[in-house]
Nanobody, 127 residues
Framework: QVQLLESGGGLVQAGGSMRLSCAAS????????MGWVRQAPGKEREIVAL????????YYAASVKGRFTISRNSGENTVSLQMNNLVQEDTAVYYC????????????????????WGKGTLVTVSS
């Protein structure tokens, strides 16, 4: 089992930056691709960013590409999401997730089928 705990959410003004972190316990994250998934009010969950087990390959949703950066630190067993130039549409609960599949299969599959999830952290972007 993998336990994931997100931190770093809160309130930020549009145009600002925020960094989310996800700490894992129970198992090494080196076995898993990692992702950040968000759910805005009244909307379905969507994958924001993914990073493969080695940190060599990433995927970003079109809406965040160029603004968000996902990274992982194997030594600290953590994954981070640096979010820049935030807009109100980025307001959502952000979840950290881990999955044993390759990125291509995670992207093609149902987001709710990812193996492990954190409880989420709320990011609110104000105008």
């Amino acid at each position: 089992q993998v336990q994931l705990l997100e931190s770093g959410g809160g309130l930020v003004q549009a145009g600002g930056s925020m960094r989310l972190s996800c700490a894992a316990s129970g198992r090494s994250l080196s076995r898993y691709a990692m992702g950040w998934v968000r759910q805005a009010p009244g909307k379905e969950r969507e994958i924001v960013a993914l990073i493969d087990r080695n940190g060599a390959d990433t995927y970003y949703a079109a809406s965040v590409k160029g603004r968000f950066t996902i990274s992982r630190n194997s030594g600290e067993n953590t994954v981070s999401l640096q979010m820049n130039n935030l807009v109100q549409e980025d307001t959502a609960v952000y979840y950290c997730a881990a999955d044993s599949r390759l990125l291509v299969y995670i992207q093609a599959g149902v987001v709710d089928e990812m193996d492990y999830w954190g409880k989420g952290t709320l990011v609110t972007v104000s105008s």
